[in-house]
């Protein structure tokens, strides 16, 4: 069965440093990958999406996000965090059609000034 | 503009009682999905469909109940045999089979009292 681990639940970072979030995924084939984030009491919003070709997705916001095969893994980074950037991150696997995808637990970033 | 709307945002419901959460999209997407998501457990599927008076059960769909009479409309239904209701709620909507962007809504979070 497909999974998504998102290792760390909370995150604390300074303005300015640059962030990495981690997920490491299980799937038996080339997986669909996606990472949204989520404003307190809001949807969801998609950041980027891995389908195939190039392993380094940039995305919206600054945010980009590396497929490794060899790790299973999908980690998003940002070079510059900002204060906005304040949210919950998900981490999501699947197949076709969202009814196959599966999402991670989330993890929560805090932006300290 | 185009986008998932969910009424209300907030909704308190007493023991015994069935209530109905709203999903109206204006995207013109086929596909439309009903998530749950609890502190640390990430989304989990409810009910799915993928076409005008179809739906499909997701992986909790036990207590609750979803129509699909019109392409922007899919109602949610929490019965009173749903004895954990209290949750935030999410609805989303995709194109389709494809593996693109999925669109959600602000939320409703419902309360029992």
């Known amino acids: 069965a497909q999974s998504v681990t998102q290792p760390d639940i909370h995150i604390t970072v300074s303005e300015g440093a640059s962030l990495e979030l981690r997920c490491n995924y299980s799937y038996g084939a080339t997986p669909y990958l996606f990472w949204y984030v989520q404003s307190p009491g809001q949807g969801l919003q998609l950041l980027l999406k891995y389908f195939s070709g190039d392993t380094l997705v940039q995305g919206i916001k600054g945010f980009e996000a590396e497929f490794k095969r060899s790790q299973s893994s999908f980690n998003l980074r940002k070079p510059s965090v900002h204060w906005s950037d304040a949210a919950e991150y998900f981490c999501a696997v699947g197949g076709r059609g969202y009814q196959k995808v599966t999402f991670g637990t989330g993890t929560k970033l805090q932006v300290i000034p | ?113």
């Open chain 2, 1 to 113: 503009d185009g986008g998932i709307t969910q009424s209300p945002k907030y909704l308190f419901r007493k023991e015994g009682q069935n209530v109905t959460l709203s999903c109206e999209q204006n995207l013109n997407h086929d596909a439309m999905y009903w998530y749950r998501q609890d502190p640390g457990q990430g989304l989990r599927l409810i009910y799915y469909s993928q076409i005008v008076n179809d739906f499909q059960k997701g992986d909790i769909a036990e207590g609750y109940s979803v129509s699909r009479e019109k392409k922007e409309s899919f109602p949610l239904t929490v019965t009173s045999a749903q004895k954990n209701p209290t949750a935030f709620y999410l609805c989303a909507s995709s194109r389709g089979d494809l593996p693109t962007e999925a669109f959600f809504g602000q939320g409703t979070r419902l309360t029992v009292v």
